[in-house]
């Protein structure tokens, strides 16, 4: 299936963290029931139902301040369901803050019940969320309200609003809440901020300011004549933080070149023309064989990784004015190119040469033309366009050529590759979007031929869509060219397509999954979220390219916009392997490279010292890392 929804794909299901705990029995042990509602467990379920207006509770026997929960819902009737978090035990009752799920809304609120479970008051919460962990104080001149005018309401969308741009090959899922049927409900309650997300997509949030509520048990909750049902109930105690033993395989050495936080993205050249590699990260060049020396290209500004982003995130080498010293190029945001100085002792001259921002994440530095020189290929959001720029070598300061390649609406902020699809000799272009063919002809002023296929998904919690650096080469070795990829840089999933033709020969590809989120079964039992960081290369000398893939640790800073945000910063090789009786004809064998350092926006694989081998350098907000290559199987 190469066009729209791939086979199978479901929309709001999925599990985003390793639970502590996940209630699959059929007595309530551990839980306690209040009010007039008859609870009961079945069959992994947990049921309530009630038949008047005051609130019934379930308990659980555990407290928490920070936590996360997830759970399938279902309720029948005209009632209101709902989940209480901190709920404080008052001198007349109950206290919480209540995430709220009616058949035509959801809310989250400040909720007070007497002890009989009569609704005292009920506040909806304030607007708070995005990419902040802790949302400030109220304005005192703004007062609550329950009116519906703040965040924490969410009604269903009009499911038939008109479509505007082109017909993508994603569409995005439809998230609202399903009227007497199974909705998943995650939440997270970090510091003061509420998250909710409802089958996947947003869901009730907001300000859980310490009046509703600072410490106390989950509970389930019923109100109104209905039977609510909570399906696979599972939590994970935020408070308790992991940070796992170094680890790493036997095929590498690791060496930190740097403990702070600099950049996004490394590359690599002999910058100081001594017959040596050396490595670029960010500000610094880190000199070879040791890379103990290093020095500035420009100034060097650590970054919080709590609360501040890189403004590198690829970076790329090559001697753009053909003096015979390779030269740096800053991909994105900024399209900066710093002139090497010869090996002079000061910072480089730097030049903005190309208009307007890069404003994708992700870009690709390759020949497209043919002409021995190398393009960036990346998007636009203000145009909506995928495009390349070329550089004038007789004076690559000045603004580069842009070559618009896409019609507008096929922008994406995530996922580029560049190899050739259709076997004809030149590199096309890909997104999550699909493919756009390169050709015979050039113009600057003419499109490529667009060929739609989902090569992504949109992720978990309602974000974007598309990967990292997506791989183009012969997976399976038929001698057609498929496509390797994570499926979202801020969520879950790694998949490779794989080519096929029809009897007319027309291009189709196959999605076969690799590893997808904790619910599923995965590659060597491995599943990590935000692969935001990505490459390909021979890792292990086969002769097979591999598909080289670590998770941006704290990718939106710490904050639970992601899922999964603490797992560990892992950075894994998935080896290729071409076997006839696995799907596709092919498998990917995960191998682990390390565990406490992840990636960055993107990774380099290179070979440093000369003797055949890659090695892998990452740079992140762990530091800057190289991955000696060993050759040890």
């Keep these: 299936m190469s066009y729209g929804q791939q086979a199978g794909e479901t929309n709001g299901r999925g599990l985003s963290f390793k639970p502590d705990y996940q209630f699959k029995g059929t007595s309530l042990t551990r839980w306690k029931p209040i009010g007039t509602a008859d609870w009961r467990a079945e069959n992994g379920e947990l049921i309530g139902k009630s038949t008047d207006t005051t609130a019934s509770l379930l308990l659980l026997d555990q407290s928490f301040q920070d936590v996360t929960f997830n759970t399938l819902v279902k309720m029948e009737g005209d009632g209101e369901a709902g989940v209480l978090l901190r709920l404080e035990k008052t001198g007349s009752g109950w206290k919480g803050v209540l995430v709220s799920l009616k058949n035509d809304e959801s809310a989250a609120y400040g909720l007070v019940l007497d002890d009989k479970g ?16 802790v949302a400030p ?7 609550h309200s329950s009116d519906g005018n703040q965040q924490g309401r969410q009604r269903q969308p009009n499911r038939s609003r008109e479509h505007t741009g082109p017909l993508l090959p994603i569409p995005q899922p439809e998230t609202a809440f399903q009227v007497n049927g199974w909705n998943q409900l995650e939440c997270v309650l970090d510091m003061n901020i509420l998250r909710g997300f409802i089958n996947d997509g947003n869901g009730p949030g907001g300000a859980a300011d310490e009046d509703f509520g600072e410490y106390g048990p989950i509970a389930l909750y019923v109100k109104g004549k209905a039977e609510v049902r909570y399906k696979d109930f599972k939590y994970k105690d935020l408070a308790l933080r992991f940070t796992p033993k170094e680890e ?11 403990d702070m936080y600099y950049s996004f993205s490394s590359a690599a050249a002999d910058i100081n023309q001594d017959g040596i590699m050396d490595v670029v990260a960010g500000p610094h060049v880190y000199y070879g064989p040791d890379f103990t020396s290093y020095r500035e290209i420009f100034q060097g500004v650590t970054y919080n990784p709590s609360q501040q982003f890189s403004e590198v995130n690829c970076q790329y080498t090559f001697d753009f004015n053909g003096d015979g010293w390779p030269d740096v190029f800053s991909a994105s945001p900024f ?3 710093y002139i090497n100085p010869k090996g002079a002792s000061r910072r480089w001259e730097m030049h903005a040469v190309i208009p307007g921002n890069i404003n994708s994440e992700v870009t690709v530095f390759t020949d497209i033309d043919g002409d021995g020189r190398p393009e960036i290929v990346y998007g636009t959001s203000g145009d909506q366009t995928l495009k390349y720029s070329k550089f004038d070598p007789a004076d690559p300061s000045k603004p580069w050529k842009v070559y618009v390649v896409s019609e507008t609406g096929y922008y994406t902020a995530h996922g580029f590759g560049v190899g050739d699809i259709n076997g004809d000799g030149r590199p096309d272009i890909i997104n999550p979007n699909g493919w756009w063919e390169q050709p015979g002809e050039l ?7 667009y060929h739609p296929v989902a090569f992504g998904r949109y992720g978990h919690r309602g974000g974007g869509m598309g990967g990292s650096v997506m791989a183009v080469y012969d997976v399976n070795g038929d001698g057609r060219n498929d496509v390797v990829t994570s499926l979202n840089a801020h ?14 020969g027309a291009v189709q590809f196959t999605r076969h999954m690799i590893m997808d989120d904790y619910s599923t079964e995965n590659a060597g039992d491995v599943t990590f979220s935000q692969l935001h960081g990505t490459t390909f290369a021979d890792i292990d000398g086969d002769g097979i390219p591999d598909f080289i893939a670590g998770k941006r640790y704290w990718s939106h800073l710490d904050t639970h916009l992601d899922p999964d945000p603490q797992g560990s910063a892992v950075l894994y090789c998935f080896r290729t392997v071409r076997d006839a009786n696995a799907p596709g004809g092919a498998r990917f064998e995960p191998e682990l490279v390390h565990n406490r350092s992840g990636a960055g926006s993107d990774l380099l694989a290179v070979d440093l010292n000369g003797d055949g081998k890659l090695e892998i ?9 190289i991955f000696w290559n060993k050759g040890i199987d």
Excluded: C
């Design 118 to 133: 009569n609704e005292v008051s009920r506040m909806m919460l304030r607007r708070a969320g995005g990419m902040m962990r």
């Design 137 to 143: 104080p109220a304005d005192p001149k703004t007062a």
């Design 248 to 258: 790493t395989s036997a095929r590498y050495d690791v060496q930190q070149l740097s």
């Design 335 to 337: 399209g900066r190119l």
């Design 443 to 449: 113009d600057a002023g003419k499109t490529w031929v």
């Design 491 to 504: 969520g879950f999933g790694l998949a490779w397509y794989e080519q096929q033709q029809d009897a007319s």
């Design 617 to 625: 350098v990452s740079s992140t907000n762990r530091g800057t890392f």
